[in-house]
């Protein structure tokens, strides 16, 4: 095996890492945009997926060796970016949507005790602040 | 044997972002709140496709390609802080709060004054 | 001179993306920045910053070894079983009051180990950051004061 080849392989293999690392954050970041719980949740998941995104763009230039693929992703992240400005707004005008109100919701499942210690709050509470 | 040296830092820095990323998507499923998700997404996940981007740069070899993985690059770093600091404003304005564990949180205590 | 200064910036940028560094790219690069800065001029009225490159550069160094820092810790975090997390959002008390200094600083806050910046007080007098580790806002807010607030008046006054 000469030194070329050998190196080729090297980088095919990293290439073949990348690539599973990089479903693997796919799948757990599309789980997170499913599960929400709200809305920002879900904004910053999707910014998280562009990010994914221009990864797999990345590794795809180095797999096929077409180096148009980096524009590609470049322009990617300012759509990206311009999306997720975008979205942001829409919360920043809109506010929070009905589904968000419940006070447990925003803590995350992990840190909530469950449906039993919700509160009956006033929904515009949400709004005061 | 350039080569092979070549070939290995681009392998490393594949993999390092990957990894980075990977770890960014965790972050993101295992962090308890709109803020701290943010955290891991604004900043890992940044650095990883940074970094794949910077090796596919590297390893195409001409100037070109490389000049513009690193504009990229730059570009990501310059617009991942402004995303994720108006995504965090909208959400504190709308409403949505820290999490359980939170120890304090003058914006709100100043808006209310 | 501001002018001369950004417009040679901007001829940089332009023979990076287009990937060239022909003297008539560069110079297609130049006068495309020159129209550039002549389409938003409103904007500069008014604004004199001095630049100190060196300055600059050391902030830029800063910023690079920052950077890699919050994302090992970021990364090391996630990773370990028990997350210990006691998130907060304090107020910073700002010495920086233009515009270009506070987005710089907010930038700079962003990307470093457990902190983000969240908003700016109506008055300007104060940024909000949210960070991974409330426990000590104190020992936080010297650690931006003298480290990067510093480098950014040095580098810009």
């Known amino acids: 095996m000469t030194a070329e080849t050998f190196a080729q392989a090297i980088v095919l293999f990293a290439c073949s890492v990348a690539l599973f690392l990089m479903c693997v954050a796919f799948f ?75 006070p447990l919701a925003t803590t995350g499942a992990r840190h909530g005790k469950g449906p039993t210690q919700r509160k009956q709050r006033p929904t515009r509470r949400g709004r005061a602040r | 044997m350039m080569a092979v040296v070549f070939a290995l830092v681009v392998a490393v820095m594949l993999i390092g972002g990957g990894i980075f990323t990977l770890l960014a998507a965790v972050g993101v499923v295992r962090l308890p709140d709109v803020y701290t998700r943010m955290h891991a997404a604004s900043k890992a996940g940044t650095v990883g496709s940074g970094l794949m981007l910077v090796a596919a740069g590297l390893h195409a070899g001409e100037f070109a390609v490389l000049a513009r993985a690193f504009a990229g690059f ?12 108006l995504v965090a404003k909208a959400a504190h304005h709308a409403g949505y709060r820290l999490s359980r564990g939170a120890t304090c949180d003058d914006m709100r205590d100043h808006t209310k004054k | ?55 600059l550069l050391s902030l830029l160094a800063l910023f690079v070894k ?57 008055d300007r007098r104060f940024l909000y950051v949210h960070a991974l580790d409330c426990s000590d806002p104190a020992a936080v ?8 607030e510093r480098k950014i008046l040095e580098a810009l006054r």
């Open chain 1, 28 to 102: 757990l970041t599309v789980w997170r945009v499913i599960s929400g719980p709200t809305l920002p949740d879900r904004i910053v998941a999707l910014d998280m997926l562009v990010a994914i995104a221009i990864g797999f763009l990345a590794v795809i230039a180095i797999k096929t060796g077409f180096n148009l693929y980096i524009d590609i992703a470049i322009s990617l992240g300012l759509v990206g970016f311009l999306a997720t400005v975008a979205l942001a707004r829409f919360v920043l005008t809109q506010g929070m949507p009905e589904d968000d109100r419940d």
């Open chain 2, 74 to 85: 730059f570009f990501f770093v310059l617009t991942a802080p402004v995303a994720a600091h």
């Open chain 3, 1 to 55: 001179m501001v002018t001369l200064f950004t417009g040679i910036v901007f001829a940089i940028v332009w023979a990076a993306v287009t990937g060239s560094l022909s003297p008539l790219n560069v110079v297609l690069g130049f006068l495309l920045g020159l129209m550039a800065l002549w389409i938003i001029r409103r904007d500069f009225a008014g604004t004199r910053t001095v630049v100190r490159p060196g300055k």
């Open chain 3, 66 to 122: 920052e950077l890699a820092l919050s994302a090992w810790r970021v990364a090391v975090l996630v990773a370990s079983p028990k997350m210990d997390l006691r998130p907060g959002i304090f107020a910073y008390p700002l010495k920086v009051d233009r515009d270009i200094e506070i987005t710089l600083l907010a930038n700079l806050i962003t990307l470093t180990p457990g902190t983000l910046s969240v908003d700016v007080s109506e």
């Open chain 3, 141 to 148: 807010k010297r650690d931006i004061a003298t480290g990067f």
